[in-house]
């Protein structure tokens, strides 16, 4: 075993411990512990479903899987940059730590709060089981999509954490992108047509992409579009490297800052 493999051995060891302290601090004496983590998502299900079904109905088959994929795949994704933007700074004592890898800040936050994603997610298979039958073989196709968002989520957090250090208002800024881009994003309602004055929020929307992605598996029961997928890779891994190259340009002053 050479030493690169080492190194990301002991990183992917490292982030496993990091991610199960994570956990075990934030649901410490707790009565339910992780249930909790299902409770937000449920809740704003339990809203969105009554509310547009039943007092402004928008006439979406499915609504119930409709809306759960959409909260879910955006719940994970708003958590985590939320969460991450402040990943440097409130983890003053790791970031002085000499020799800690901090490049693990954010994804730490991704991956702690792709658990609570992966807890709910069998919530999901079973409202879209109830409601439109098996996926079949579509259903190979989720890890794909789930790792793609992976990608496109982390590259935002690189930078947003990067940047949060030197310039604190980015934490404001990025709590109120994330309020607007829940509105302008179709979580919870369907993707706007072509011919729609505002349609660039959906055709230009890498989220509403993803997000076309979950729902052709699970209530489509298809494969999602190979060119959606294309197009998400082509934002999220340049992304990604620009992320990731910010990062560690700005991360040697990270001691002196925090």
Same mark, same amino acid.
């Given at each position: ?7 990301? =051995? ?28 299902? =409770? ?20 979406? %088959? ?30 003053? %004592? ?9 490049? $693990? ?21 079973? !409202? ?21 968002? /992976? ?5 935002? !957090? ?12 980015? %934490?404001?800024?990025?709590?109120v992108a994330v309020m607007l881009g829940f509105y302008v994003t179709?979580? /919870? ?9 505002? +349609? /660039? ?11 076309? !992605? ?13 060119? $959606? ?11 990604? +490297? ?14 002196? %800052?925090?």
């Amino acid at each position: 075993m050479n030493v690169h493999s080492r190194t990301a =051995m002991h990183w992917r060891d490292l982030l496993v411990e990091l991610v199960g302290r994570d956990l075990k601090i934030r649901y410490q004496r707790s009565a339910i512990g992780l249930g909790w983590s299902l =409770m937000k998502p449920l809740s704003q299900l339990i809203v969105f479903a009554t509310v547009f079904s039943s007092v402004l109905p928008l006439n979406i %088959e499915n609504y119930t899987t409709f809306v759960f994929a959409g909260v879910l795949a955006w719940s994970w994704f708003s958590s985590s940059l939320t969460s991450a933007t402040v990943a440097v700074t409130s983890n003053r %004592e790791m970031v002085r730590r000499p020799g800690f890898p901090v490049f $693990l800040l954010p994804v730490l936050t991704i991956v702690s709060q792709g658990v609570h994603f992966l807890l709910a997610l069998p919530l999901l298979l079973i !409202c879209a089981f109830i409601q439109t039958g098996f996926s079949g073989p579509a259903l190979l196709a989720l890890p794909a999509i789930i790792a793609v968002q /992976f990608l496109f989520t982390l590259g935002l !957090c690189f930078i947003a954490a990067a940047v949060h250090v030197y310039f604190r208002d980015i %934490e404001h800024m990025i709590g109120v992108a994330v309020m607007l881009g829940f509105y302008v994003t179709p979580v /919870f309602y369907r993707p706007l047509q072509s011919d729609h004055n505002f +349609a /660039f929020l959906t055709t230009a929307n890498p989220f509403a992409w993803l997000l076309d !992605c979950y729902r052709t598996v699970l209530l489509d029961h298809a494969f999602p579009d190979a060119i $959606l997928i294309v197009k998400l890779l082509l934002v999220s891994v340049p992304l990604i +490297a620009f992320g990731a190259w910010l990062f560690r340009r700005v991360s040697y002053r990270f001691v002196d %800052e925090v």
